[in-house]
């Protein structure tokens, strides 16, 4: 089930923002189940990406003029550098794992398979 504006924030624009860099950074939040902790966890993240673009507090100032007096804020995307960026990606390689399985894919033929005919036939 697909994460949705409404469940990170409540300015539509900005929460659609945040979603949809989240995701650039890490796709597959996107298809946990609706039940999934991982899904919990990755909506948790997002909110709080959100709540600090919202505040836009001092560290995403990007520039500050005092002739005009005026503010340039980072874009939405500076909101996810480090820690979320960070979680968001474990939240995907966690995804693909499951406990005891390795995540690669190995072809099954070449020398594997003339090593040990009888589990890999050629």
């Known amino acids: ?11 539509e624009d900005l929460a ?5 860099v989240a ?12 039940d999934s ?9 997002l909110k709080r990406v959100f709540k600090s673009a919202a505040a836009r507090g ?6 500050q003029r005092i002739g005009s007096a005026a503010v340039d804020y980072s874009d939405i995307q500076s909101a996810f550098e480090g820690q ?10 966690a995804s693909r794992t499951t406990a005891g399985h390795s995540a690669a894919s190995f072809p099954a033929g070449g020398i594997v398979a003339q ?3 009888e589990r890999y036939g050629s």
């Not at 995701?23 to 609706?34: L, M, N, T």
């Not at 902790?37 to 993240?45: H, Q």
């Not at 001092?58 to 520039?63: A, F, I, R």
């Open 23 to 34: 995701r650039d950074i890490a796709p597959c939040i996107f298809s946990f189940d609706a």
């Open 16 to 20: 659609r923002e945040v979603l949809v």
């Open 84 to 93: 979320p960026t960070r979680a968001l990606r474990a939240l995907c390689n």
């Open 115 to 117: 090593l040990w005919p």
């Open 58 to 63: 001092s560290h995403l100032v990007k520039g």
């Open 37 to 45: 902790e991982d899904r919990a966890n990755a909506i948790s993240i």
């Open 1 to 11: 089930m697909t994460i949705t504006h409404d469940e990170i924030g409540s300015d």
